[in-house]
């Protein structure tokens, strides 16, 4: 009776919206400590139970998270973003902001998962760990946890594999006979999960048992012998539901919205799954308008799975190499990341992995000038850590799931009349074996990742005026020099935004009700005051494409006659607005 | 339920063998006795005004709304088909004019061309195109630009979506042009500057000409659209508040990050509404675009099929696509006797869009621009025009054309100048230089070709140019794609077994895919089931055959298979297609 009424007294306490307590946190740091919110990082969650969660942190801290709906998924399911800033320190909208999805490929689901982990650690650790107060103070977080919330859903509710219901959920005639999604995969053995068919074909398959683990089957090449295997594979389980003699060619969607950008973007054709035009699916269309509406992004991280990998674009050869300052960012965060996330690379997307025409991230950055990374999350590498020689091979996820998961993952071969074949077995790895890690993994993975995002946020631009020195020129004039500084590693304008004209250009301006402003301009010599490159009209409002390069500083001479108190002041789409004041004697 | 479909397929494709021959028919009827309504002149008219005209329209035409413009407008089109049972399954051909909006002229033109189908549907050329194909006519593609030739202040300017800063100023929009002179047009500004780029044209000063370098010319002017420097950066107009334009925000082709191109492909949404009329209506095989391109009378750049730079394809018509691009260009100048090119490229555009992504014939018309002929003209005409110049242009002294050096040929503008001055009702096109003085640049000229002069045929023209695009348009149904069985027979090999044997055939002129669709893929293509009753089973033979190329003129697909059935009806072969109509068959008995 005691234990009831504390538990109840502790689900009260956790749902009325309390002031954090700054002496507590959840940092990762593991002693005494409780996180207010407590959520199971060992578990994958339906689209429903991950709005849930983000909805729990609104109720426990409305002051910082908010939730918009910005549009609907074809199911029509609501596409969410849920915003988190410190308002009391400026609205969101003139911060940097830091944009993180996950999920837009359905089956890739557990970005769901990293994309909740970024708010929750943001808001238990706030005003308990000076740089994340500094953080949700100084910048805004745009968290899409799921940009196909169809597929994540079909994923989980419906029989699949590790890599279907990537697709959203619009019918697609994946086999051009004019109709639409009429023959997907069949979980024939009922055990929610897609997975293949065998049969045995004596004397005239290509494959055989292997001897220390029938359950695996070994390749019978051509040899003189003439000797020739007992099993034929049959693919995936299902019927040819349309009598076409194909099995499962035309399941339920059948498009990509990771081929759907506009950047570098080509059609059905060239890049499978496309669509029609850019932007063709819903969920696609809200998000770009959400980016395109938002120039304070200055960051973008899309989660997807598997494999380990930090991506960057470009995603074809013939686009180019990005410019060199760029690069210079992407270089470093990159290899920050590797440093963050054991078995992870960072890749060059057509280079390290396959052209992409048309993805997310590249789009970010070539059309919006913004640096953005794609992480795979999950290697299975990470199942047995260093010991190579336990990780090799076709039988590395069976040893695994014998020894970890005593055995939970596989579906032994089973014997099942098919109405084509015969007699066929039926068996394999379950939907969440390969692409996803197993429970006790999934909250390194998702702390891992949310830091990544977390510490490309703390790149983003930050603006300070370092100082304003006036030297009295004579004759009633006067020169006003102001050294401003990025104190992070992004730019406020990548080269990228700056050679294309992407954005508007970064504003530095001098104002002040006494003082006439005769010229004004970027110095080019730290040393010598008189190389200036002065700028042809309106001397009080400079305009640059380049902006403030990262960790550096650009240096503003003003030539002004009159005296009293005037105000120096940076503003950019992509940094906090600051300003100082100056004092002219 | 199959036989009554499968008479109105034969019937259909009967009907299609039959035009070519009455598309002559009607060529010569159109000569003899051109009906009323053909003379009466066809000249421009607002959105409003075409929107009433269309919904009053009535008889065979249906009105089809289809989305809003930016700025609210309808945008709309008129479905116009015979009397057979689901017109909207008939092979289509789409009419659209004025995506660019600075063609205000060919939106009456279309609208005229449904307004003759409906007044003509009677006559046994119109009816019996109507009897195989739907028609679908979008007059006034974007609205919003359409207008620009109405409002009180005429500008011919394409843009009606989003604006970029075009200066870079950290300003967007803030300067326009502006009619200064208070003409109701806007035409050109040109400022006497060392840093202009443009000479006037010796042989006529009225018209300008690009300074040659490299023979010594220097600049004298600076041209620039009319309007004020309201940013004061020696720029005028420069920065429009409106800068993407809905024929540059198509996805082939699309320019990224050009002021143009609108943010991403299909953002304007009298874009996406036309993607999206298309994607709903698979039945279009064809389109005819009126507007400032051409590929009919300028023979398009065409590429191999195969010819891709790794994996993008290289921009142009395939060439086998060309080789019958090429024959409608020779049908369309017998027809029209149009001879000039069109204008603008292919990045961002409808028509590119509609050949390359989706695979669908694409016959850009341009159906009029100002003559650079050398008109006919009296000695007396030709002296009073040189009167006219000298008292509106600037003193021209005169020199003996002998004593110039180089024998420069007269610019094209100089050319239509000639064209404006021989005709004595179009002087409205040209509006001679006159002086200003411009609240920011000083001492400067406002002049120039008037909006939409290179847009609009006179008007004595235009019933005439105008049946003349009507009769190429009548020509066009007969050459869709139509597949149909032209043989189903079954042989009997003893008991209740029999031999099927198929045969399916395109009789049209254009094929059932055209290459671009062979290789988009975005034409599907046509399904042949073969559909066995109770009685019936499959011996071997394919179910189900996917046909996707089929040549035209007589192009064919052949099938065979075993069936056992006791009695052939019920034996049937079905065919169905994207956009070729379809057809069915039971199976009959071989001879």
Redesign the interface.
């Known amino acids: 009776m005691n234990t009831l009424l504390l538990s109840l007294a502790l689900l009260g306490a956790q749902a009325a919206p309390a002031t954090p307590a700054p002496d507590k946190s959840f940092s990762g740091l593991a002693a005494g400590a409780a996180p207010r919110v407590e959520i199971a990082w060992n578990r994958l969650y339906d689209y429903d139970e991950i709005h849930a969660h983000l909805d729990r942190l609104v109720a426990l801290y409305p002051q910082f998270l908010s939730m918009q709906v910005i549009g609907h998924s074809v199911e029509n399911r609501e596409m969410r973003v849920y915003t988190l800033t410190n308002p009391a320190t400026g609205a969101h909208d003139t911060k940097p902001a830091m944009w993180v999805d996950g999920n837009i490929h359905g089956n890739e689901v557990q970005g769901g998962e990293a994309v909740v982990y970024v708010a929750w650690y943001l808001l238990e650790n706030y005003g308990a760990v000076p740089r994340v107060t500094e953080l949700v103070d100084g910048a805004t977080f745009y968290l899409c946890p799921m940009l196909n919330p169809d597929g994540r859903a079909s994923w989980f509710r419906d029989a699949h594999n590790a890599s279907s219901s990537r697709s959203g959920r619009q019918p697609f005639?994946d086999?051009?006979?004019?109709l639409y999604d009429e023959d997907g995969s069949d979980d024939l053995d009922g055990d929610g999960s897609i997975t293949q068919m065998r049969k045995y074909t004596p004397g005239v398959g290509n494959l055989r048992l292997n001897p220390d683990d029938p359950r695996l089957m070994d390749p019978v090449p051509p040899n003189e012998r003439g000797v020739r295997g007992d099993w034929t594979m049959l693919g995936s389980e299902g019927f040819d539901n349309d009598?076409?003699?194909r099995n499962n060619e035309d399941a339920v969607g059948g498009y990509d919205m990771n081929r759907a950008w506009?950047?570098?973007?080509?059609?059905?054709?060239?890049?499978g799954g496309a669509g029609?035009?850019?932007?063709y699916w819903p969920e696609t269309r809200c998000v770009?308008r959400f980016w395109?509406a938002h120039p304070n992004i200055a960051g973008v991280q899309s989660y997807h799975n598997a494999g380990g990998m930090i991506l960057r674009g470009p995603g074809?050869?013939?686009f180019g190499e990005y410019p060199r300052d760029d690069v210079a960012v992407y270089d470093e965060l990159g290899r920050d990341g590797e440093a963050m996330l054991p078995y992870y690379r960072y890749m060059i997307i057509w280079k390290d992995l396959y052209?992409v025409f048309g993805g997310s991230v590249t789009y970010a950055y070539?059309?919006l000038g913004v640096i953005s990374f794609t992480n795979e999350l999950w290697n299975t590498d990470q199942m047995f850590g260093d010991r190579a020689e336990q990780n090799s091979g076709r039988g590395a996820n069976h040893k695994f799931d014998d020894r970890l998961l005593m055995g939970a993952g596989f579906t032994p071969w089973r014997k099942f009349n098919h109405p084509l074949y015969g007699e066929v077995e039926i068996g394999g790895f379950k939907k969440d074996v390969g692409r996803v890690p197993p429970s006790f993994l999934i909250e390194e993975m998702t702390h891992r990742n949310a830091l990544f995002a977390i510490r490309h946020a703390e790149a983003m631009p930050k603006v300070s005026i370092v100082s304003t020195v006036v030297s009295d020129l004579g004759g009633g004039l006067s020169a006003i020099d102001v050294e401003f500084r990025n104190e992070r590693i992004i730019p406020t304008r990548t080269a990228r935004a700056a050679q294309?004209?992407?954005g508007?250009?970064d504003?530095f301006t001098l104002e002040g009700a006494g003082i006439e402003v005769l010229a004004g301009g970027f110095r080019t010599d730290r040393f010598r005051p008189e190389r200036l490159d002065f700028a042809e009209?309106e001397p009080a409002?400079l305009?640059s494409?380049r902006g403030i390069p990262g960790r550096g500083e650009v240096r503003v001479r003003w030539i002004v006659r009159g005296r009293g108190d005037a105000t120096v002041r940076w503003q950019g789409e992509k940094a906090r607005a600051v300003s100082a004041p100056v004092k002219l004697p | 339920m199959n036989q009554p479909r499968a008479a109105a397929a034969r019937a259909l494709a009967l009907a299609a063998l039959c035009v070519p021959l009455f598309a002559q028919a009607a060529a010569q009827s159109d000569e003899q006795a051109p009906p009323a309504s053909a003379s009466k002149p066809v000249s421009s008219a607002p959105h409003a005004e075409l929107l009433a005209r269309a919904k009053a329209l009535g008889g065979v035409a249906t009105w089809t709304p289809y989305g809003r413009s930016r700025q609210g407008r309808e945008l709309f089109a008129l479905r116009i088909a015979g009397a057979a049972q689901k017109p909207e399954e008939l092979p289509a051909i789409l009419v659209v004019a004025n995506v660019d909006g600075t063609q205000p002229w060919t939106s009456a033109l279309a609208l005229q061309h449904a307004e003759q189908l409906v007044a003509r549907a009677a006559e046994p050329t119109v009816s019996a195109l109507l009897a195989s194909t739907c028609i679908y006519v979008v007059p006034c593609a974007n609205p919003d630009a359409h207008e620009r030739r109405f409002a009180a202040v005429q500008h011919e300017r394409e843009a009606t979506g989003p604006g970029v800063d075009n200066d870079r100023d950290g300003r967007s929009g803030e300067d326009p042009a502006s009619d200064l002179n208070g003409d109701g047009r806007i035409t050109q500004l040109r400022v006497r500057d060392p840093r202009g780029e443009w000479i006037a044209d010796p042989l006529d000063e009225r018209a300008l000409v690009k300074a040659d370098k490299t023979k010594g010319e220097r600049g004298v002017w600076r041209v620039w659209t009319e309007g004020r420097d309201l940013d004061r950066d020696e720029r005028v107009a420069e920065d429009e508040p409106l800068d993407a334009c809905v024929n540059r925000n198509f996805a082939a082709e699309w320019k990224e990050l050009a002021p143009e191109s609108g943010a991403f492909p299909t953002d304007e949404p009298e874009t996406l509404a036309l993607c999206e009329f298309v994607l709903q209506r698979p039945q279009i095989a064809l389109v005819v675009t009126y507007g400032a391109f051409d590929n009919l009378v300028e023979k398009p750049k065409s590429v191999a099929a195969d010819a891709l730079q790794k994996r993008v394809p290289q921009a142009g018509v395939v060439e086998a696509d060309a080789v019958l691009l090429a024959e409608y260009g020779k049908r369309y100048a017998e027809l029209t006797g149009v001879k000039h090119k069109g204008r603008g490229g292919d990045a961002g555009s409808w028509q590119t869009w509609a050949y390359a992504h989706r695979g669908l014939w694409s016959l850009a018309i341009n159906p009029w621009d100002l003559p650079l002929d050398a008109p006919e003209k009296s000695a007396e005409a030709k002296s009073e025009a040189k009167a006219e110049d000298g008292a509106a242009a600037p003193a021209k002294p005169e020199k003996d054309p002998k004593e110039k050096k180089d024998k420069r040929e007269p610019s094209e503008d100089a050319k239509r100048l000639r064209w404006i001055d021989a005709n004595a009702d179009e002087s409205w096109r040209f509006v001679p230089w006159q002086a200003f003085e411009h609240p920011e640049l000083g001492a400067c000229e406002i002049g120039g070709f008037a909006p939409f002069a290179r847009n609009e045929p006179p008007a004595a023209r235009s019933a005439e140019l105008a049946a003349a695009q009507f009769e190429f348009l009548l020509t066009l149904g007969a050459d869709l794609p139509r597949v149909r069985i032209e043989e189903f027979t079954a042989k009997a090999l003893g008991g209740d077994l029999h031999e099927l044997r198929a045969r399916i055939v395109n009789p049209s002129r254009l094929p059932l895919q055209n290459a671009s669709a062979l290789r988009t893929e975005a034409v599907r293509p046509a399904r042949l089931d073969l559909e066995l009753g109770a009685g019936a089973s499959l011996v071997a033979g394919e179910r189900l055959h996917l046909i996707r190329a089929l040549d035209g003129s007589g192009g064919r697909f052949e099938a065979r298979w075993l069936v056992r059935a006791a009695s052939l009806a019920d034996v049937r072969l079905k065919l169905s297609t994207q956009h070729a109509g379809s057809d069915a068959r039971v199976a009959e008995l071989a001879r």
């Open positions: 005639d086999d051009g006979d004019g009598g076409d003699g506009p950047s570098g973007w080509q059609p059905e054709w060239i890049q029609p035009y850019p932007l770009a395109i074809y050869e013939a052209s070539e059309s294309k004209g992407i508007k250009p504003l009209r409002a305009r494409e």
